[in-house]
């Protein structure tokens, strides 16, 4: 075991010491290792750990460098002079070079790349490479989110330039600069890296990262009893009731932190049931969301009003949660046309029943228990309501990228910026991009391009509790709740310090010590 620093405290002295397992269990595998294609969860933790961009977030959400060292901001915003890191290389041992950002941009600008991140980016103006650790990226008018959006993971031009992304070996073979190395991956069980001893922060204590695929929430909780993952996410029942044993006290810490995104039920707007905004809205009032977080959260949580959470400085308070009103939800249902004909209970217009499926993911009991509530409070307005479960790889690959789906139940985590550009605005509804349910607002559009171009943090809050409002009178989804995120972690892991950001920012220097190290090399 090798020993690389010795710390003092309480007038003792303990080594903090390489090695071990940390075995993460996940209900969903990844789909690509590409990161600027990664739009999932699965792919974009595994993304994180293997690839840097050129700024990242510390753990009080403030920006610092990552593969840029330092940065000049000049001509009142319009100008970002990136000064790289000179000692990184790629995990093959390649030199990064200011080549590989200038590579990376043009693949995110690429229209034959599928990559749902190019709206940030169609904004530079030029980027030039003024040498080999320094890069200009010029934007043609005052984009805010600028230099968050530098946070994209840099990609490795000399293994990529020849390379069709969007078909490319690399998905499942990265190569980058991060803490971690790719080993292997075993489709729908679990993918392993290991510790990048050159890494240009410093080797991870954490030997090797474990990612096991375990589809079903309640074999992922057995797995959790014979420690045979170390950490994952609870759900609030697991959270609240089914951890709190002598067993799981004494081997695990539990984590509740403020979650910060969201979970809908997106609607297909291209499907002619829900082209009519009075049907969006009827279906907004026939669910109760107060219903869902008692019953499905255990209370932990909170209705949501639009695409921004409680915590974000553009959170709109004025914008509330539409009442549980399902007679208001009839009365608008028949404006729109929609009446039952037959006392069938069940809703017909032009001889079309009010019918449809809300599709959801495998291994997600909190989205299948509310697409049930959702189905019993709808079939008491006279609409009746199918419920699919898929694959996580088929659910996005098949169904979401192809637009095959009338609602689809899901969630959005959401980026530190409030810009959501890439969720809401028409232009980003191509096969790839985030806009899926083909939502069109020419208005938000006009306030989503005018909060890009606007730094004062007041003034763009303005202008995003305006979108909040619209696009929540929209209803391009039902806006069902804004969860907490709940998490265990096993006990033998040390140097977790808990933060606005969340737990993970520090991960290359948790450790174990050598006497509770349960995985050897």
Same mark, same amino acid.
């Given at each position: 075991?090798?020993?690389?620093?010795?710390?003092?405290?309480?007038?003792?002295?303990?080594?903090?010491?390489?090695?071990?397992?940390?075995?993460?269990?996940?209900?969903? $595998?990844?789909?690509?290792?590409?990161?600027?294609?990664?739009? $999932?969860?699965?792919?974009?933790?595994?993304?994180?750990?293997?690839?840097?961009?050129?700024?990242?977030?510390?753990?009080?959400?403030?920006?610092?460098?990552?593969?840029?060292?330092?940065?000049?901001?000049?001509?009142?915003?319009?100008?970002?002079?990136?000064?790289?890191?000179?000692?990184?290389?790629?995990?093959?041992?390649?030199?990064?070079?200011?080549?590989?950002?200038?590579?990376?941009?043009?693949?995110?600008?690429?229209?034959?790349?599928?990559?749902?991140?190019?709206?940030?980016?169609?904004?530079?103006?030029?980027?030039?490479?003024?040498?080999?650790? %320094?890069?200009?990226?010029?934007?043609?008018?005052?984009?805010?989110?600028?230099?968050?959006?530098?946070?994209?993971?840099?990609?490795?031009?000399?293994?990529?330039?020849?390379?069709?992304?969007?078909?490319?070996?690399?998905?499942?073979?990265?190569?980058? %600069?991060?803490?971690?190395?790719?080993?292997?991956?075993?489709?729908?069980?679990?993918?392993?890296?290991?510790?990048?001893?050159?890494?240009?922060?410093?080797?991870?204590?954490?030997?090797?990262?474990?990612?096991?695929?375990?589809?079903?929430?309640?074999?992922?909780?057995?797995?959790?009893? %014979?420690?045979?993952?170390?950490?994952?996410?609870?759900?609030?029942?697991?959270?609240?009731?089914?951890?709190?044993?002598?067993?799981?006290?004494?081997? /695990?810490?539990?984590?509740?932190?403020?979650?910060?995104?969201?979970? /809908?039920?997106?609607?297909?707007?291209?499907?002619?049931?829900?082209?009519?905004?009075?049907?969006?809205?009827?279906?907004?009032?026939?669910? $109760?969301?107060?219903?869902?977080?008692?019953?499905?959260?255990?209370?932990?949580?909170?209705?949501?009003?639009?695409?921004?959470?409680?915590?974000?400085?553009?959170?709109?308070?004025?914008?509330?949660?539409?009442?549980?009103?399902?007679?208001?939800?009839?009365?608008?249902?028949?404006?729109?046309?929609?009446?039952?004909?037959?006392?069938?209970?069940?809703?017909?217009?032009?001889?079309?029943?009010?019918?449809?499926?809300?599709?959801?993911?495998?291994?997600?009991?909190?989205?299948?228990?509310?697409?049930?509530?959702?189905?019993?409070?709808?079939?008491?307005?006279?609409?009746?309501?199918?419920?699919?479960?898929?694959?996580?790889?088929?659910?996005?690959?098949?169904?979401?990228?192809?637009?095959?789906?009338?609602?689809?139940?899901?969630?959005?985590?959401?980026?530190?910026?409030?810009?959501?550009?890439?969720?809401?605005?028409?232009?980003?509804?191509?096969?790839?991009?985030?806009?899926?349910?083909?939502?069109?607002?020419?208005?938000?559009?006009?306030?989503?391009?005018?909060?890009?171009?606007?730094?004062?943090?007041?003034?763009?809050?303005?202008?995003?509790?305006?979108?909040?409002?619209?696009?929540?009178?929209?209803?391009? /989804?039902?806006?069902?709740?804004?969860?907490?995120?709940?998490?265990?972690?096993?006990?033998?892991?040390?140097?977790?310090?808990?933060?606005?950001?969340?737990?993970?920012?520090?991960?290359?220097?948790?450790?174990?010590?050598?006497?509770?190290?349960?995985?050897?090399?």
């Amino acid at each position: 075991m090798l020993v690389v620093f010795l710390f003092l405290a309480a007038g003792r002295v303990f080594a903090q010491d390489h090695g071990d397992a940390i075995v993460t269990g996940s209900i969903g $595998d990844a789909r690509t290792l590409v990161p600027i294609l990664a739009s $999932d969860t699965s792919s974009s933790e595994i993304t994180g750990m293997i690839f840097n961009g050129l700024v990242k977030y510390d753990k009080n959400i403030n920006l610092v460098g990552d593969l840029a060292e330092r940065w000049d901001i000049e001509d009142g915003g319009l100008t970002i002079i990136f000064h790289l890191r000179k000692n990184v290389s790629w995990q093959d041992g390649h030199p990064f070079t200011a080549r590989d950002v200038e590579y990376t941009y043009y693949k995110l600008i690429d229209p034959a790349v599928r990559t749902p991140y190019s709206g940030d980016f169609e904004r530079v103006k030029s980027l030039q490479v003024l040498d080999d650790h %320094t890069v200009k990226v010029t934007y043609g008018e005052p984009f805010s989110p600028g230099l968050s959006s530098w946070g994209m993971p840099i990609m490795p031009r000399h293994i990529l330039e020849k390379e069709d992304l969007n078909k490319t070996d690399f998905s499942r073979h990265p190569v980058g %600069t991060g803490p971690y190395v790719f080993k292997s991956w075993k489709t729908q069980e679990k993918i392993e890296l290991v510790a990048n001893k050159n890494y240009f922060e410093g080797e991870p204590y954490i030997s090797r990262y474990i990612y096991r695929v375990i589809p079903d929430e309640s074999t992922l909780f057995l797995e959790l009893q %014979t420690e045979g993952v170390d950490s994952t996410g609870l759900s609030p029942l697991q959270y609240l009731r089914q951890t709190d044993t002598p067993f799981l006290k004494e081997r /695990y810490r539990k984590f509740r932190l403020p979650s910060f995104g969201f979970t /809908y039920l997106g609607y297909n707007l291209n499907n002619e049931k829900f082209k009519d905004i009075r049907v969006r809205q009827a279906l907004n009032y026939a669910v $109760d969301k107060g219903e869902i977080v008692r019953i499905v959260l255990l209370g932990l949580g909170r209705p949501s009003t639009g695409p921004f959470v409680p915590d974000s400085w553009a959170y709109n308070k004025d914008v509330e949660s539409s009442q549980y009103d399902p007679e208001k939800a009839k009365d608008l249902l028949k404006e729109a046309g929609w009446q039952d004909l037959d006392n069938d209970g069940i809703l017909e217009k032009g001889g079309a029943r009010f019918e449809f499926t809300i599709i959801t993911n495998q291994g997600n009991e909190e989205r299948l228990k509310s697409a049930q509530i959702i189905q019993r409070r709808l079939k008491e307005v006279g609409v009746n309501v199918k419920i699919k479960v898929l694959e996580w790889s088929v659910f996005l690959s098949e169904y979401i990228d192809k637009r095959k789906f009338d609602t689809v139940l899901l969630g959005w985590a959401l980026a530190r910026d409030p810009d959501c550009f890439d969720i809401f605005h028409s232009s980003k509804t191509k096969e790839g991009e985030f806009n899926f349910v083909g939502y069109s607002n020419a208005q938000v559009d006009k306030l989503l391009d005018e909060g890009r171009r606007t730094f004062d943090q007041q003034e763009r809050a303005g202008i995003y509790r305006k979108i909040h409002e619209l696009i929540y009178a929209d209803q391009p /989804y039902m806006f069902l709740f804004v969860g907490e995120s709940l998490s265990i972690l096993h006990r033998r892991f040390q140097g977790v310090e808990p933060a606005p950001i969340g737990i993970g920012y520090n991960f290359i220097k948790w450790y174990v010590p050598s006497s509770k190290q349960k995985y050897k090399k």
